[in-house]
């Protein structure tokens, strides 16, 4: 839809004067349940029990200039005057009317769809499709949830058909969420008890897994699981005291290994700013565990990526925080920064900032390429956007500005393996939704998914191979910050927290597991 068919002059609608309330009480619709007759202008409240405004119509509906002000649940009517009826209504599958009205009698205008209203200043509503009857004096009509009731004299053009918007994400996505044979409950939600952001580790002989999350959310350090079957049965395990003193966003778990050899594994835990970074150890392959203790770095999240260079004798963690010159205000951007350890990750460098992103949060995913040259840090964007993507062309020493990545591989708190065959797979909390045009809408907004592709597709900004719909979240937008292994046989075990069903249960700590060539298949 061009910039011409949708810009009405909502000026010249106004210029018309508006009806007295008491006027259009007696023309052309009459409505019941307390709703009334207003005149379309700009900045009109849409619906009585919103505070929803008018914005922009196209030319198409130039005069359709008096509208029904009812309740967002429902409109009551009835028609007082011959003439036509266009209802407004939302293009998504929960609140769309068209299957009702065409039941009694309406047609599909022939007219994109668009935005009639904003939800507030310089944010769209609900983008939304039209559709039209003929309509006598007596004619009583009804429908539900968001629709907007228009009256004119005019016939509009109409269609056999629903107008569409084309996806703005071109690969397709693969559907394995219903596929419940694939998952493993780590630790089942119940009404009282939230098992929130978890990580995961695999160890060398590629059938021994820890798991470790948080109580609620960004709740407080508790739980850790063992696997001994690739993550097909868990055991609690015992952890320190403190843990549970700690109230941490994400818990991370990594295997480390200093340049002598010797193995560690940690778990990080990060607090809302001005947070500290905290971690702790085990020696003894996670049977026991230090007290956390404070690294001397500030982190909202802990790390999800510590990745070896130089022969293992370096490691390099990438994290986030509020821009350090802040001084604890929550309105300017964060910054991802970097940290270096030399033994192993006992101590930690001074922070270093690489990268700057737009809005709070940044959450850094961080892989190198296949022959190590190159890195890709993948980031939240936690505005309406796509996520941010910055890349490395020395081995993650520099890093470019911040620069959009594609919307196929947009989404909160994203986790990057490889599969044995070499194409990359991210797992993420889809958030590619309408804001690009504002007017798509995108069936896995919020639902945990994948993207298959490869190193030169996201380093490159393509949209890659395909995605996978891994889980469903029953809770909206809240899940993800998820555990990512790749077992020996190329099984991809990867480990959400999630509300899995509906019900009065809260989040569970589930595992979904497939191979590509499964999903190949599919695709």
Known sequence: MNSNTVSIALATLSMCGTLAAASLAQQPLQPLDGGILMQVESGAKVWSDRDYTMTAWPEALNEHRVFLQSSIRSSRFEVFTPGYVVVLTPLNEVHNQSDVLRKAGFEFVDLEPFHPYWIREGRNGQPCIALQKAVQTGDSIEFGYYGIALWSRQRLPVSRTAPEVAPLITIPTV????????????????????????????????????????????????????????????????????????????????????????????????????????????????RTWTPMQDTGLAAECPPKSILAFDDGRRLVMWCDRRDPSSSGREDVSPVVWKSESFDGGLTWSDEQVVVRVPTRWAQPAVIRSPDGQRAVMLMRYNGRGPSPLAVSNDGGETWSEAREAPLAVTGHRPNMVYAPDGRLVVVFRDTAGDFARGLWTNPTAGHFVAWVGTFDDLYHGRDGQYRIKLMHSHAGWDNAYSGLEVLPDGTIVATNYIKYQAGPEKHSVVSTRFKLNETDKMW
């Open 175 to 286: 559907d394995i969420s219903e596929q419940t044979q694939r998952h493993v409950i780590v630790a089942a939600g119940t009404e009282d008890t939230y098992q929130g952001h978890v990580d995961t580790v695999l160890m060398p002989d590629g059938k021994t897994m820890f798991a470790v999350w948080a109580i609620n959310h960004a709740g407080y350090l508790g739980p850790l699981a063992r696997s001994d079957d690739a993550g097909l049965t868990w055991h609690r395990i015992e952890t320190p005291e403190n843990w549970r003193q700690m109230r941490t966003t994400t818990p991370t778990i990594h295997r480390l290994v200093d340049p002598e050899g010797t193995e560690r594994l940690f778990v990080f835990a990060g607090q809302n700013f001005p947070g500290r970074l905290r971690q702790s150890y085990s020696e003894d392959g996670g």
